[in-house]
T-cell receptor
């Protein structure tokens, strides 16, 4: 079965600091994809970054980077130079063939609050 | 970029009534749409996968007779909550997968519909 675990229900970070949001996953499929989404209080799901299981390099998108450690089955999101607008809920998700190829399995989320 | 809309964004209804939520892909064709449910401060739970022109596939524990899904065209899927009760109050989000595209961001999310049943 596919499983995503986010162990940090809430995180605080000061503006301009970097923050790491943890995500571990479990799958027996050799090919899978890992996603991070941001959900502000308005509710929409905003795609941030993607990492494929066969990608050799860690994914980066602007201030977002994904620390992919395949052997440890972790896919932590790093946000650099935090901004007040980064305050939101962050979800890690996985897509894998066994779960039904197109389906996304989500973690429980981490509520990030950026402080002055 | 690909845009998915949902209508209505917010609905309040009386217990026992039915509510229809529309999910539209505005600038692409979606062979597959997904319906999720999210309770406050919880994660998204997939309810069903909707394929254009065929019956939806429901996740375990989701009542197909209560949550009717129709995907009649490549740009529209509807979710009807029949005989809604207060426990159905939730945030419903759809996502759409672009036809023929197997890339990274192939699922695009709608803005969600907040349903409150009195």
């Amino acid at each position: 079965a596919q499983k995503i675990t986010q162990t940090q229900p809430g995180m605080f970070v000061q503006e301009k600091e970097a923050v790491t949001l943890d995500c571990t996953y479990d799958t027996s499929d050799p090919s899978y994809g890992l996603f991070w989404y941001k959900q502000p209080s308005s509710g929409e799901m905003i795609f941030l970054i993607y990492q494929g299981s066969y990608d050799q390099q860690n994914a980066t998108e602007g201030r977002y980077s994904l620390n992919f450690q395949k052997a440890r089955k972790s896919a932590n999101l790093v946000i650099s130079a935090s901004q007040l607008g980064d305050s939101a809920m962050y979800f890690c998700a996985m897509r894998a063939p066994t779960g039904g190829g197109n389906k996304l399995t989500f973690g429980t989320g981490t509520q990030l609050k950026v402080e002055l | 970029g690909a845009v998915v809309s949902q209508h209505p964004s917010r609905v309040i209804c009386k217990s026992g009534t039915s509510v229809k939520i529309e999910c539209r892909s505005l600038d692409f064709q979606a062979t597959t749409m997904f319906w999720y449910r999210q309770f406050p401060k919880q994660s998204l739970m997939l309810m069903a996968t909707s394929n254009e022109g065929s019956k939806a596939t429901y996740e375990q524990g989701v009542e197909k007779d209560k949550f009717l899904i129709n995907h009649a065209s490549l740009t529209l899927s509807t979710l009807t909550v029949t005989s809604a009760h207060p426990e159905d109050s939730s945030f419903y989000i759809c996502s759409a997968r672009e036809a023929g595209l197997a890339g990274v961001t192939e699922q695009f999310f709608g803005p969600g519909t907040r349903l409150t049943v009195l």
